[in-house]
């Protein structure tokens, strides 16, 4: 069979490098959609490494950026099956002090990208019977002080994953992942690394006894756009070792 294509934004740290660079190496032709150009290269470098990779600079919030990277992944490749939504980032601050600048910012790459990027996408992945992950977090379950415009963004793309399910299926199949604590540091670009050591105390919060790590998520990523999810859509997963069950009191 031909190599399927995966658009992964985001893919230039993180969950989103993991998942880029895990799927290389299992036969995906992968586009990395992302706006930092250091962490893009940087990213591709391991991807081409393991398989074929193409790195497109796109600020994934701005429309005309989504359209021009679409555009080149098709003119690339010839299509599109899979579209991973996955670029996020969080502006912590407590809420009298958060600007509507920075609420709308936030929420434009956690929740608007995933809507322009599928826009772009949807017929390219509708030609192909394709499937379409969206990054969600446990932050739409739990919540820690001051931050409003993630957790919303988060909550948000559940919602904004259901709807998709129904309105493109059943040629498209549209699924969202919850990731809990994932251990990115390893994952993210050269130049912005600070190793922290994980204590005993960390792994022992979660049941399963462990902190989790990007592979944890690029294994459900690979299942929701593999044909043996084929019965599945509509659906967020929640992937936090079992974190979210477990009160504690202190």
Request: proline residues 4%.
């Amino acid at each position: 069979m031909e190599q399927p294509v995966i658009v992964i934004t985001g893919a230039g740290q993180g969950i989103g490098r993991a998942t880029a660079i895990y799927l290389a190496g299992r036969g995906y032709r992968v586009a990395l959609l992302e706006r930092d150009a250091e962490a893009g290269r940087e990213a591709l470098a391991e991807v081409e490494s393991r398989g074929e990779g193409l790195f497109v600079e796109t600020d994934v919030a701005e429309e005309e950026a989504v359209r021009r990277a679409i555009d080149r992944v098709v003119a690339t490749w010839g299509g599109i099956d899979y579209l991973v939504n996955n670029a996020g980032f969080a502006i912590n601050k407590p809420v009298e002090e958060l600007s509507l600048d920075e609420w709308n910012r936030v929420l434009a790459t956690n929740l608007t990208a995933p809507f322009l990027c599928t826009k772009h996408a949807a017929r390219h992945l509708r030609s192909r019977k394709g499937a379409i992950v969206n990054m969600s977090s446990i932050r739409r379950k739990m919540s820690m002080p001051d931050t409003e415009a993630y957790s919303a963004a988060k909550g948000g793309v559940v919602g904004l994953t259901q709807s998709m399910a129904i309105s493109l299926g059943p040629e498209i199949r549209v699924n969202s992942i919850s990731p809990g604590w994932i251990d990115v540091t390893p994952w993210q670009k050269e130049s912005a690394r600070d190793p922290q050591a994980l204590t005993p105390a960390d792994h022992a919060q979660h049941p399963v006894g462990r902190v989790g790590v990007p592979q944890d998520i690029a294994y459900m990523v690979e299942y929701l756009c593999s044909e043996k999810s084929g019965f599945i859509t509509g659906q967020d997963f929640l992937i936090d070792g079992g974190m979210v069950r477990k009160m504690i009191y202190v």
